[in-house]
């Protein structure tokens, strides 16, 4: 039996200033602790050997599944979330992998780690805590298949991207602009066929690098469990081995604090899938999961009824952002339009709208209450469109998209909610107003906010991406001038 | 017994080169021949005398109503609409205006001249001697109660706008920017008081001007019959003063070739008025105008049921132009957006669009297979906003909107109709499509048109104003490089 010392590990005990290796292992919170034990390599371990762990702190215990990860190596990861010490006995079906015990310690997360993103405020998010968290993410769906190259590319350009979430999907992706074949395969494959009673732990050592690679950018890894552009068969595949890869997914990736389940990318363009297929896949990552994750379905032409219990937010693909407040108040989750089409060129619908007509997707989604997902399909010479591959961003909308996503972070904690009686505004009540006022241009505009109140306000460009303070506060019924330009907002915050 | 000889009757004598008074008056074509009569001025001549006319050419018999026009002026108005010899007798409840005869020549019309405008082509509509009509429309809403200066000045600025179609009402308004009191009453009045039994021949005899200077622009007079805003009672008269109001109105103008019949201005706000009250107005208007002008009833938040069958064509206030298929689908008569909000920059949403917003809207409208309405609601000092009063245009949009207006003019005589299988597009099967792609800015895009069939491109930005020729013919499927620019359009033509 040994320790493995992850990252995480090594960083918190450098800072806690330890010369000599601690005698017990030491695990930030949220962060990753594993345990790493050998055992029988005959048969197929993947479908005949058992592994989990109890792992307890205080009268608490929590069960977590471990995974073989080949040559003869079992694995249990575990993100504690409280600090203080805990102990952990493993159980198998195999002696030499049972009654295994052990401790560590759980200490306080390092500054940028804010633990796993949960739903608050019903219709926001925030970390665990208590960080808000405003999801300004992108789409990269097969980024995680295209080499060491390409790959480090795309995480050096999400250092500098406003982006803290991205949709990637697990499987490999067949599509226009997107005919290559991946480097790894989820499962052993030999010409046409998967050995779908296996699994490839180069595959999945791989795609973790990246998980965790993303979670050092402190950028949510929306992890797409199923999609129907496939020409490897994984997108019709039986149900046993949609389950056994579901919850071999679950015990590889869920201790990573960044990961979020989305259970496919259009779901209802998989033609061999059902509705309770999908219903089925939920509950298996809701059983499997000691974290709870958030967990997502994302729409072709039918959106799944988000009211079923096990659907945390609402990711979909649509436009039609004036039917947010129905949205809001049928499901009572957070609102996420993950994809509104994307920036670009191509020749695509989904595909070409312009920088301000993406920009001005954001602002209409923020004032509606929603979230906005960003995209882009530029067209190049090599096939590396970022919705796809990643690469590079060419376009105009991510430096504004960022000055978006900073007037979020200034905002309220608790989020920004419909503000009755206006078109497009949202805000906290009594505190904070947002307007966007998307193709209208008035010279002068009557607000209305609560009496007793002094507000100081703001008109904000999104595409200068300037914020220029108005003289004076302001409350109750109220004139105020505008620029008559289109496409301005207004933002109103409580005086000191 | 006198005839009245009209502008058009003396223009038509002298282009004919006589020299001496003709024996018979001549009328063109689709212009007004006017009896004249003196009868009693006793008692209430608007509600006691009774007077028709029966014009007859040939075999074939038109009942036309006359009307009382004060001072012991009797008139009857007739719209020829064929060439040749007419003859007519009056009939009334007076024996002093019974059994008057005459007859008069119906010449050709002048070259501006093309007769009413009809429905065409199902969807579309057409001047009666056939050349299509392409609307291309405005609102003025009370420009009529502005004085001479004022409205004298609205139709200097029509000279040169590229409008074809003017919104008007025939009462007063009473509204924000319009608390201006009307120069003349349609009722006689004293301090708050309407007689409601009489009507006032000088508001008339103004209005009936201002229709003629539309007619003589070349643009028609879209007569709006009621409206809800008001503070002189006009919204909330007793049924049978609607009734009258109705048919004397209509004995009136009925003969200017230019008038369309507009119900009412979002009917659904005159909380008086019942639905059955509009099916009667329209039943009304019906049955008393002798050449079935245009009927169309526009809406508040409620939509008219357009599928009855005394509505010749859909005049709504809506921007979801994505609804077009459906509605010419359910309804099978022209559409047309005569409001889809007004370039300006009022503080109301519906008078504070951008120009380019407004341009947009004509072509995602036109290109749906409808029509699309100007209307302008630019501040003022003096109160004067296109919209309702008239005066001089401020905005970016109206160039660009003649712009749209020559290429629907110079496109197929039938009209363009939804292209099937295409988002933005509309066309005539086998020889025009026109496409628009909005927000979408593709660098290249395939396109679908019928094989065997050689077709010329352009490409034309609605802003800019151009029109640029691609090299080469076109057919079936095909690929064509665009400027990956948003708001652009692409023209096919069937090459000769």
Redesign the interface.
């Known amino acids: 039996m040994e320790y493995i010392f992850k990252l995480g590990v090594l960083a918190a005990a450098l800072a806690g200033g330890l010369s000599a290796q601690p005698s017990v292992p030491q695990v930030e919170r949220w962060d990753v602790f594993e345990v790493a034990l050998n055992g029988p390599t005959a048969g197929n371990p993947y479908l005949d050997v058992q592994l989990q762990a109890e792992f307890r702190y205080r009268h608490r215990a929590v069960k977590v599944d471990g995974f073989y990860d080949g040559a003869g190596v079992y694995r249990i990861r575990f993100m504690p979330d409280e600090m203080g010490e805990w102990t952990y006995t493993t159980s198998s079906n195999r002696p030499e992998l049972a009654g295994k015990s052990g401790k560590f310690q759980c200490t306080a997360p390092s500054a940028r780690n804010h633990g796993p993103v949960r739903v608050a405020h019903t219709y926001h998010f925030a970390y665990a805590d208590g960080t808000p968290y405003v999801p300004i993410g992108t789409t990269c769906y097969a980024w995680a298949h295209q080499g060491d190259e390409l790959e480090n590319q795309t995480l050096a350009t999400l250092r500098s991207a406003p982006f803290n979430k991205m949709r990637m999907c697990v499987f490999p992706k067949h599509y226009v602009y997107n005919e290559n074949e991946p480097k790894f395969y989820v499962f052993p494959r030999a010409g046409d066929s998967n050995d779908y009673t296996r699994f490839s732990p180069e595959f999945f050592s791989h795609y973790e690098k990246l998980i965790r690679a993303l979670r050092d950018l402190n950028v949510e890894a929306d992890l797409i469990l199923f999609h129907p552009y496939d020409r490897w068969g994984y997108s019709k595949m039986p149900a046993e081995v949609d389950d056994r890869y579901l919850r071999y997914v679950v015990a590889r990736f869920s201790a990573y604090r960044n990961v979020w389940w989305s259970m496919a990318n259009e779901f209802d363009f998989m033609k061999e899938k059902t509705m309770s297929d999908w219903d089925r896949f939920f509950r298996i990552v809701q059983e499997s999961d000691p974290y709870q994750h958030l967990r997502s379905i994302h729409n072709g032409a039918i959106i799944y009824d988000h009211a079923k219990p096990w659907v945390t937010h609402v990711s979909i693909q649509r436009d039609d952002f004036e039917k947010t407040q129905e949205r809001l108040a049928a499901w009572r989750k957070p609102v996420v339009y993950d994809e509104c089409k994307y920036e670009?060129?191509?020749?695509?619908?989904w595909g070409?709208?312009?920088a301000?007509?993406m920009v001005r997707r954001f602002w209409i989604g923020t004032t509606a209450g929603a979230y906005v997902g960003h995209g882009e399909t530029y067209?190049d010479a090599h096939d590396v469109l970022w919705w796809s591959k990643g690469g590079v961003l060419h376009g105009e909308s991510p430096s504004r998209i960022a000055f978006v996503r900073k007037i979020l972070e200034e905002g309220p904690a608790e989020g920004l909610n419909p503000a009755a009686g206006y078109?497009q505004a949202a805000g906290a009540e009594g505190k904070y107003y947002l307007f966007y006022?998307d193709?209208?241009?008035?010279?002068?505009?009557?607000f209305d906010l609560p009496k007793g109140v002094k507000f100081r306000a703001d008109v904000i460009d999104p595409w200068e991406m300037t914020i220029t303070p108005v003289a004076g506060t302001y409350e109750g019924k109220f004139?105020l001038k505008l620029p008559?330009?289109?496409y301005q907002a207004v933002r109103f915050r409580k005086a000191d």
Chains 1, 2 share one sequence.
């Open positions: 670009g060129n191509i020749p695509r619908r070409n709208i312009s301000r007509e067209l078109y006022f193709v209208h241009q008035p010279a002068e505009f009557e004139q008559a330009k289109p």
